[in-house]
């Protein structure tokens, strides 16, 4: 408490409201005038300057830019055509990255937590940036902590593993401080705001809820080493080839300027991070649309690679909502005196949950009975009690944890209801309450409560779609294993009557070796869910995790990608990557065809990329040691690279593709880029060995290789673009075209030269060449280099 404390200003005067009122209106505009308002959250997307700035100043464009430089020292401003490309780029990649900004920000506000604030006796709800000093708010299970305050009414059970790291849940009464930025995992209270703003513990730690994780994206990890790759190589590269062209040929020093930047501009595939920031800004707004606010753009990727799904079943399969079906006396009580006692239990409890809110709604008439202790549900302990003044002590929750050395007593007859897929609950009566434990041996089994789920309207249609995908469903849930499985079985899960009971795995290796054999788990406690999620990530899977609860977030933490439901907990929201804003698990196909997109796209882009970096590369190492000198200039490459890699990677990369991924992006993309700039660099080598033999000029030697390279170039691009449609055929057509047209209206301009027949003859003869040479390549890559990697 005292690490929260921070003195108020002298002239603030504090106020002492009672719970059951709250602050008065004019008490709440005095606070207003004072500036003693909690004030606006911290933006979680970065701002419009930002992203101006990490768009602009970036490792490539610098590099670029000293290159250009360079090119206006010796005055040759049409080779600067490149930088058109370079700003071209920049401004798309600004607009799309502010787009996909205003987007989250706008769908951020719809699921921003709210305070339920009690003023002047009402009860209403304000978002958390409009809480005063004073304040009194009321909390419940599953909701975050909107500012530090100290409990004035109530018990429960808090969370503050997100400030602490401790996960065990701490037990909080009337006069203990709430932290900001924790969760209440059980009960109810009311509480007073006792600080605001920066003044709040989590202030040192903006967003603490906000939990941070590395990003799972093997794009943006590969495009990164890329990037150090040619940072490294670039400056020795380039000067050893400047001072080659300039020392030994004497071309002389603009020429050789010129011939180096060309080299060097080939080699940046400055392209490629703009397409991957692109086309996972425009997969966030797309989704949007789609109703799923995704919070961290690389949730796209990592959805797209999900092969193991785990799933609660409320609000997944089932809607989340209960209906009690009947009660079964169990001796002790008639069915009428267990009804009533149901009745006075969910007004005691009224915690909200879906079970509370389905007794009131079958016993709405509750006795007159004075609570005098209440203990709030929890899914460790999974029951809840309730103790009324001369009524007694009663429990409701899991018969096997109410009962877990006498529950064969009623084994059969919980069996016979559960085995039909409804959930069972054992009412009990008890000698006393204590949330550490029950007295087993006092406790008199009193009747069964028979509830049921009801099933999600598309939850088979979702289900079957994950089967055909390949991706395995795991349904992790805390009630009956039977029941779930039963559940699930209606639902259309695949293998759901493979169920296994979580409370009998007592070890860690119990634990991991069911996680992989069984569909179903029921029983399970938060830490259990948790290390069920660790215990697929080990074996090697990409793990996507939906929850709604509380009780789910510290295995929504752990999986590479988590999805919450808008409707669940501000906890499960806040710390996922996914937020359904609807609420429908059936929308997770959308999103995850969206991330397939992304992906499919990226990596047939990316080829594009990596086959002018890989050649540029080769090449300009080579033509260090080559008596011939590098026979492009900046404007050719410019032309090429625009008809064969950036225009057609921007129209493939947010084309449709709903395509299965396999294997790793790194690996597919060096498998599908090798054979082309293999290919391109053999035959350029081979070109510029037969321009000695043949005694072509400076001038006729660059001619042939823009015509050569651009043919090869045009091969890959049409490869890329297989299978063809009418949008790939457009698509390659038109950059054929362009490419011709360019040459045969500008010659001049792209440093061409008349064709002479020795020249048709030899650029004949390397076209040949790249027809036999690019296939053969394929087919070694494919089936023998990279024969063994599981595509």
Same mark, same amino acid.
């Given at each position: 408490?005292?690490?929260?404390?921070?003195?108020?200003?002298?002239? +603030?005067?504090?106020?002492?409201?009672?719970?059951?009122?709250?602050?008065?209106?004019?008490?709440?505009?005095?606070?207003?005038?004072?500036?003693?308002?909690?004030?606006?959250?911290?933006?979680?997307?970065?701002?419009?300057?930002?992203?101006?700035?990490?768009?602009?100043?970036?490792?490539?464009?610098?590099?670029?830019?000293?290159?250009?430089?360079?090119?206006?020292?010796?005055?040759? $401003?049409?080779?600067?055509?490149?930088?058109?490309?370079?700003?071209?780029?920049?401004?798309?990649?600004?607009?799309?990255?502010?787009?996909?900004?205003?987007?989250?920000?706008?769908?951020?506000?719809?699921?921003?937590?709210?305070?339920?604030?009690?003023?002047?006796?009402?009860?209403?709800?304000?978002?958390?940036?409009?809480?005063?000093?004073?304040?009194?708010?009321?909390?419940?299970?599953?909701?975050?902590?909107?500012?530090?305050?100290?409990?004035?009414?109530?018990?429960?059970?808090?969370?503050?593993?997100?400030?602490?790291?401790?996960?065990?849940?701490?037990?909080?009464?009337?006069?203990?401080?709430?932290?900001?930025?924790?969760?209440? %995992?059980?009960?109810? +209270?009311?509480? &007073?705001?006792?600080?605001?703003?920066?003044? !709040?513990?989590?202030?040192?730690?903006?967003?603490?809820?906000?939990? @941070?994780?590395?990003?799972?994206?093997?794009?943006?990890?590969?495009? /990164?080493?890329?990037?150090? $790759? =040619?940072?490294?190589?670039?400056?020795?590269?380039?000067?050893?080839?400047?001072?080659?062209?300039?020392?030994?040929?004497?071309?002389?020093?603009?020429?050789?300027?010129?011939?180096?930047?060309?080299?060097? =501009?080939?080699?940046?595939?400055?392209?490629? %991070?703009?397409?991957?920031?692109?086309?996972?800004?425009?997969?966030?707004?797309?989704?949007?649309?789609?109703?799923?606010?995704?919070?961290?753009?690389?949730?796209?990727?990592?959805?797209?690679?999900?092969?193991?799904? +785990?799933?609660?079943?409320?609000?997944?399969?089932?809607?989340?909502?209960?209906?009690?079906?009947?009660?079964?006396?169990?001796?002790?009580?008639?069915?009428?005196?267990?009804?009533?006692?149901?009745?006075?239990?969910?007004?005691?409890?009224?915690?909200?949950?879906?079970?509370?809110?389905?007794?009131? !709604?079958?016993?709405?008439?509750?006795?007159? $009975?004075?609570?005098?202790?209440?203990?709030?549900?929890?899914?460790?302990?999974?029951?809840?009690?309730?103790?009324?003044?001369?009524?007694?002590?009663?429990?409701?929750?899991?018969?096997?944890?109410?009962?877990?050395?006498?529950?064969?007593?009623?084994?059969?007859?919980?069996?016979?209801?559960?085995?039909?897929?409804?959930?069972?609950?054992?009412?009990? &009566?008890?000698?006393?309450?204590?949330?550490?434990?029950?007295?087993?041996?006092?406790?008199?089994?009193?009747?069964?409560?028979?509830?049921?789920?009801?099933?999600?309207?598309?939850?088979?249609?979702?289900?079957?779609?994950?089967?055909?995908?390949?991706?395995?469903?795991? %349904?992790?849930?805390?009630?009956?294993?039977?029941?779930?499985?039963? @559940?699930?079985?209606?639902?259309?899960?695949?293998?759901?009557?493979?169920?296994?009971?979580?409370?009998?795995?007592?070890? #860690?290796?119990?634990?991991?070796?069911?996680?992989?054999?069984?569909?179903?788990?029921?029983?399970?406690?938060?830490?259990?869910?948790?290390?069920? %999620?660790?215990?697929?990530?080990?074996?090697?899977?990409?793990?996507?995790?939906?929850?709604?609860?509380?009780?789910?977030?510290?295995?929504?933490?752990?999986?590479?990608?988590?999805?919450?439901?808008?409707?669940?907990?501000?906890?499960?929201?806040?710390?996922?990557?996914?937020?359904?804003?609807?609420?429908?698990?059936?929308?997770?196909?959308?999103?995850? /065809?969206?991330?397939?997109?992304?992906?499919?796209?990226?990596?047939?882009?990316?080829?594009?990329?990596?086959? &002018?970096?890989?050649?540029?590369?080769?090449?300009?190492?080579?033509?260090?040691?080559?008596?011939?000198?590098?026979?492009? #200039?900046?404007?050719?490459?410019?032309?090429?690279?625009?008809?064969?890699?950036?225009?057609?990677?921007?129209?493939?990369?947010?084309?449709?593709?709903?395509?299965?991924?396999?294997? &790793?992006?790194?690996?597919?993309?060096?498998?599908?880029?090798?054979?082309?700039?293999?290919?391109?660099?053999? +035959?350029?080598?081979?070109?510029?060995?037969?321009?000695?033999?043949?005694?072509?000029?400076?001038?006729?030697?660059?001619?042939?290789?823009?015509?050569?390279?651009?043919?090869?170039?045009?091969?890959?691009?049409?490869?890329?673009?297989?299978?063809?449609?009418?949008?790939?055929?457009?698509?390659?057509?038109?950059?054929?075209?362009?490419?011709?047209?360019?040459?045969?209206?500008?010659?001049?301009?792209?440093?061409?030269?008349?064709?002479?027949?020795?020249?048709?003859?030899?650029?004949?003869?390397?076209?040949?060449?790249?027809?036999?040479?690019?296939?053969?390549?394929?087919?070694?890559?494919?089936?023998?280099?990279?024969?063994?990697?599981?595509?």
């Amino acid at each position: 408490m005292n690490e929260a404390t921070k003195p108020l200003p002298s002239y +603030c005067e504090r106020f002492k409201p009672d719970y059951s009122c709250g602050l008065t209106e004019l008490q709440v505009s005095q606070r207003i005038r004072q500036g003693l308002v909690n004030g606006k959250d911290e933006i979680r997307t970065k701002s419009i300057g930002q992203i101006v700035r990490d768009n602009t100043v970036t490792f490539f464009n610098i590099l670029n830019f000293i290159l250009a430089a360079l090119v206006i020292s010796v005055g040759s $401003w049409k080779n600067l055509l490149f930088m058109g490309v370079i700003i071209s780029n920049t401004l798309i990649g600004i607009i799309q990255e502010i787009r996909a900004k205003k987007t989250i920000d706008n769908l951020s506000l719809i699921t921003s937590p709210k305070a339920h604030v009690i003023r002047s006796g009402m009860k209403s709800e304000v978002v958390v940036s409009e809480l005063v000093l004073d304040d009194v708010i009321e909390l419940s299970s599953g909701m975050q902590i909107p500012a530090d305050c100290i409990i004035l009414d109530g018990h429960c059970e808090v969370d503050e593993s997100l400030l602490t790291g401790e996960s065990d849940p701490v037990s909080k009464d009337v006069g203990d401080m709430l932290l900001s930025g924790a969760f209440l %995992v059980s009960g109810t +209270c009311r509480a &007073k705001v006792e600080h605001l703003g920066k003044d !709040n513990y989590a202030s040192k730690i903006t967003q603490s809820a906000k939990y @941070i994780k590395k990003p799972n994206s093997e794009i943006m990890a590969w495009t /990164n080493r890329i990037i150090k $790759w =040619i940072g490294f190589a670039i400056i020795p590269i380039g000067t050893a080839l400047f001072y080659k062209q300039v020392f030994v040929s004497n071309e002389g020093y603009a020429d050789g300027i010129v011939s180096t930047v060309a080299a060097l =501009i080939g080699m940046i595939p400055e392209g490629l %991070v703009l397409l991957t920031s692109v086309v996972l800004a425009v997969g966030v707004i797309r989704l949007s649309s789609h109703k799923a606010l995704v919070q961290e753009l690389c949730a796209i990727e990592t959805l797209a690679r999900v092969d193991t799904l +785990c799933l609660d079943k409320t609000g997944t399969i089932t809607e989340g909502s209960l209906q009690v079906d009947k009660v079964v006396p169990l001796g002790n009580c008639t069915a009428e005196e267990a009804e009533q006692i149901l009745a006075a239990f969910a007004a005691a409890q009224n915690d909200g949950t879906p079970t509370m809110r389905a007794i009131q !709604n079958a016993y709405p008439k509750a006795p007159s $009975w004075v609570c005098g202790k209440k203990v709030a549900f929890s899914s460790a302990r999974k029951w809840s009690g309730t103790a009324f003044k001369n009524q007694g002590c009663y429990v409701l929750g899991a018969g096997e944890f109410i009962l877990p050395n006498r529950f064969e007593e009623i084994r059969a007859e919980a069996e016979k209801y559960e085995n039909l897929g409804q959930r069972v609950l054992l009412l009990a &009566k008890t000698d006393y309450l204590d949330e550490n434990g029950l007295n087993e041996a006092a406790a008199l089994p009193l009747a069964l409560v028979i509830l049921s789920d009801k099933i999600r309207k598309n939850a088979k249609r979702t289900l079957e779609y994950f089967n055909s995908q390949g991706v395995d469903i795991k %349904v992790i849930s805390g009630d009956n294993p039977t029941t779930v499985s039963r @559940i699930a079985q209606r639902a259309g899960l695949k293998n759901a009557q493979n169920f296994v009971d979580a409370s009998k795995l007592k070890t #860690q290796a119990e634990l991991r070796e069911a996680a992989e054999r069984y569909t179903v788990f029921g029983r399970v406690t938060p830490k259990q869910k948790l290390e069920l %999620v660790k215990a697929l990530k080990a074996k090697k899977h990409t793990v996507a995790m939906t929850g709604d609860g509380v009780n789910d977030v510290p295995a929504l933490k752990e999986s590479d990608c988590s999805i919450a439901m808008a409707s669940g907990s501000d906890a499960a929201r806040t710390v996922s990557n996914v937020v359904l804003l609807d609420s429908d698990f059936a929308s997770m196909p959308r999103i995850v /065809n969206e991330g397939r997109r992304c992906i499919n796209n990226l990596q047939r882009s990316a080829t594009l990329f990596l086959v &002018k970096a890989i050649f540029s590369a080769l090449t300009s190492v080579i033509f260090i040691f080559f008596a011939c000198n590098f026979p492009f #200039q900046p404007i050719q490459f410019t032309l090429i690279n625009a008809v064969a890699i950036g225009i057609p990677s921007f129209f493939l990369g947010l084309e449709p593709n709903r395509d299965r991924l396999h294997g &790793k992006f790194s690996h597919n993309v060096m498998r599908n880029s090798l054979p082309g700039a293999l290919t391109l660099t053999f +035959c350029i080598l081979t070109l510029s060995a037969m321009s000695l033999l043949f005694h072509f000029s400076d001038e006729e030697l660059s001619t042939l290789a823009v015509l050569l390279a651009g043919f090869i170039e045009l091969m890959i691009l049409f490869r890329v673009c297989y299978p063809f449609n009418i949008m790939h055929i457009v698509l390659f057509s038109s950059m054929c075209t362009i490419f011709v047209l360019a040459l045969a209206l500008f010659p001049t301009f792209f440093e061409i030269t008349p064709i002479t027949f020795p020249m048709i003859l030899v650029l004949v003869m390397m076209i040949t060449l790249a027809l036999f040479l690019m296939p053969a390549l394929i087919h070694l890559f494919n089936r023998i280099i990279f024969r063994k990697i599981n595509y």
